[in-house]
């Protein structure tokens, strides 16, 4: 994440105020989610939350592209139609 150039306070402002756009619910050992947030680039958060310890676990972050995502950076593109 820091290595990308993505600061901790842009996760954390993704967290709050994004939008979850994708949930895993099978993930392990907990369930987690991509969420979405712009405000001066578009920035993808995937974070997990143990409920019971009630922590969130940041797995990772970066920058969407057009080669996965569609315009509107929330809508993935299906990998059958390239």
């Not at 979405?36 to 969407?64: C, G, N, W």
Request: charged share 35%.
């Amino acid at each position: 994440m820091l290595q990308r150039g993505i600061s901790r306070k842009k996760v954390k402002e993704t967290l709050l105020k994004g939008e979850l756009i994708e949930h895993y619910k099978n993930d392990k050992p907990f369930k987690s989610g991509l969420f979405f947030y712009e405000t001066d680039k578009p920035l993808h958060v995937v974070a997990s939350l143990d409920e019971i310890e009630v922590k969130v676990y940041v797995i990772t972050a970066y920058i969407p592209d057009n080669k996965h995502f569609l315009k509107d950076f929330k809508t993935r593109i299906n990998d059958e139609k390239q």
